[in-house]
Nanobody, 114 residues
Framework: VQLQASGGGLVQPGGSLRLSCAAS????????MGWYRRAPGNQRELVAT???????KYGEFVKGRFTISRDDAKNTVYLQMNNLNAADSSIYYCNLREGAQIFWGRGTQVTVSS
């Protein structure tokens, strides 16, 4: 499976971005899809994931600012990020887990700066 991420960029503090990640094929019913991020010098951390049953999980730092959603008809997951701050600057990676198989997309850079 190939994962194509898009939507990163430069945004001012308090601004919003929407990331998208499209899978190259139909997702399995067991698929869990989402986003992780890693800033230079930091470990990779969970941003958000969503399962086909609609269960979602967010990193503690999200604090209600981000919303993950999924469109299985388009094999795509979205991450709406609001009220961004400098600490959110990072490379965001799309992730897909289908049972024991794990796939990663290329990262997309998010920079929050005035």
């Amino acid at each position: 499976v190939q994962l194509q991420a898009s939507g990163g960029g430069l945004v001012q503090p308090g601004g919003s971005l929407r990331l998208s990640c499209a899978a190259s094929r139909r997702l399995l019913s067991i698929a869990v899809m989402g986003w992780y991020r890693r800033a230079p010098g930091n470990q990779r951390e969970l941003v958000a994931t969503t399962s086909s049953g609609g269960r979602t999980k967010y990193g503690e730092f999200v604090k209600g600012r981000f919303t993950i959603s999924r469109d299985d008809a388009k094999n795509t997951v979205y991450l709406q990020m609001n009220n961004l701050n400098a600490a959110d600057s990072s490379i965001y990676y799309c992730n897909l887990r289908e049972g024991a198989q794990i796939f990663w997309g290329r990262g997309t850079q998010v920079t929050v700066s005035s």
